[in-house]
């Protein structure tokens, strides 16, 4: 589904921040990057959707049996391949003077022309299934409502419906719950786990109650390498190796989101 090889990625100081990383994640996972912050998670997100640039390495999507390169794409070509990589982020990027439903068919514009958005933009059908994908996460009843006059958890809601209507191969979600409470985190993720049945998922959490609970697998990133690749309930030990000889304490107690 999405192949990350040897990529590296430098500051504009010249810090490397990301040394020649590499994995694969499949559809059906829920993948989970973790480790201290500034580390370099959310730009290894950016360089897999095309936002930013690795200064080596590639990054191949295989979504229906022909794999495409990522990195190195530009105008018309990066965007057909970017409308099938969602992208969730922590503060629901919403346009908040739209309504809901506007925000959900964002979703769509990778797959019309520029021309067909600015002279007569979607079509009842289009609009139909952007309905259906906010029923899909529970707020198809706020649909007319400005993005601005919504809560955290339920812009979340509505950032995943647009996703959904994007239809993409990959999923990635950079510390989508990071902002909301645990009773609206458990609600979003319950919303995105499903999801893997059509896609594959990569997330950034620093919870690791929710990566246990929620995710498939996780990934450690330290020094810019890949420090732990494994299953999501991640052994004392080699949480170590990954935050070093002092591990965070979790604000989410165990067992909270049992």
């Known amino acids: 589904?999405?192949?990350?090889?040897?990529?590296?990625?430098?500051?504009?100081?010249?810090?490397?921040?990301?040394?020649?990383?590499?994995?694969?994640?499949?559809?059906?996972?829920?993948?989970?990057?973790?480790g201290e912050s500034g580390v370099g998670k959310t730009v290894l997100l950016r360089c897999v959707n095309g936002l930013t640039?690795?200064?080596?390495?590639?990054?191949?999507?295989?979504?229906?049996?022909?794999?495409?390169?990522?990195?190195?794409?530009?105008?018309?070509?990066?965007?057909?391949?970017?409308?099938?990589i969602g992208m969730i982020?922590?503060?629901?990027?919403?346009?908040?003077?739209?309504?809901?439903?506007?925000?959900?068919?964002?979703?769509r514009l990778g797959w019309i022309s520029p021309a067909r958005s600015l002279l007569y933009g979607f079509t009842d059908k289009e609009v139909e299934r952007a309905l259906e994908?906010?029923?899909?996460?529970?707020?198809?009843?706020?649909?007319?409502?400005?993005?601005?006059?919504?809560?955290?958890?339920?812009?979340?809601?509505?950032?995943?419906?647009?996703?959904?209507?994007?239809?993409?191969?990959?999923?990635?979600?950079?510390?989508p719950v990071a902002s909301?409470?645990?009773?609206?985190?458990?609600?979003?993720?319950?919303?995105?786990?499903?999801?893997?049945?059509?896609?594959?998922i990569i997330g950034v959490f620093h919870h690791l109650d929710i990566v246990r609970k929620y995710c498939t697998r996780a990934i450690g990133i330290k020094d810019g390498v890949v420090a732990y690749d494994g299953k999501p309930d991640v052994p004392p030990h080699l949480l170590s190796a990954v935050y070093g000889s002092r591990p965070p304490v979790w604000p989410v107690a165990a067992g909270q989101l049992a």
């Open 133 to 175: 994908a906010l029923a899909k996460v529970g707020v198809r009843h706020l649909a007319f409502r400005r993005a601005e006059t919504l809560s955290g958890g339920e812009m979340q809601r509505v950032a995943i419906a647009r996703a959904i209507l994007q239809e993409p191969y990959l999923l990635l979600a950079d510390e």
């Open 180 to 200: 909301l409470d645990p009773k609206n985190a458990e609600v979003v993720l319950d919303y995105l786990r499903p999801l893997t049945e059509q896609m594959a």
């Open 89 to 107: 982020f922590q503060g629901s990027n919403l346009v908040k003077r739209l309504s809901v439903l506007e925000n959900v068919m964002t979703g």
């Open 53 to 84: 640039a690795p200064d080596s390495g590639e990054v191949i999507i295989n979504g229906d049996g022909e794999p495409q390169r990522v990195n190195g794409k530009r105008g018309k070509e990066l965007r057909r391949i970017r409308r099938r």
């Open 1 to 34: 589904m999405i192949t990350v090889k040897g990529l590296s990625k430098k500051l504009p100081d010249g810090t490397l921040l990301l040394k020649d990383i590499s994995f694969q994640v499949e559809k059906g996972e829920f993948v989970a990057l973790f």
